[in-house]
């Protein structure tokens, strides 16, 4: 059974930084890409951060320049550094990932920016 466990997140200052790790589980599952989600109170889930098989990311404009996505492969685990953090910012982090066959939800983590 594949698991997906998230980490990392908590509350924060504004102009602080997190970051948050999506560390995967199962015999046979090897992260192949990623991608990590928020939905803020009231709001529709948005695509934050992405990362393919081949290593190319990309970002929504609000947060580019201040989050990165990464991959450890030995690890098997997923990141998302954020810096810079804003009280917008504030939301629950989920992570997403593929082997390349399918695709798997990590259970979410609070981010919380104050101002």
């Known amino acids: 059974q594949v698991q997906l466990v998230e980490s990392g997140g908590g509350l924060v200052q504004a102009g602080g930084s997190l970051r948050l790790s999506c560390a995967a589980s199962g015999t046979s599952f090897r992260i192949n890409s990623g991608a990590w989600y928020r939905q803020a109170p009231g709001k529709q889930r948005e695509l934050v951060a992405a990362?393919?098989?081949?290593?190319?990311?990309s970002y929504v404009d609000s947060v580019k320049g201040r989050f990165t996505i990464s991959r450890d492969d030995a690890k098997n685990t997923v990141y998302l550094q954020m810096s810079s953090l804003k009280p917008e910012d504030t939301a629950v982090y989920s992570c997403?990932?593929?082997?390349?066959?399918?695709?798997?939800w990590g259970q979410g983590t609070q981010v919380t920016v104050s101002s």
């Open positions: 990362i393919s098989s081949g290593g190319s990311t």
């Open positions: 997403k990932a593929s082997s390349g066959t399918r695709w798997y």
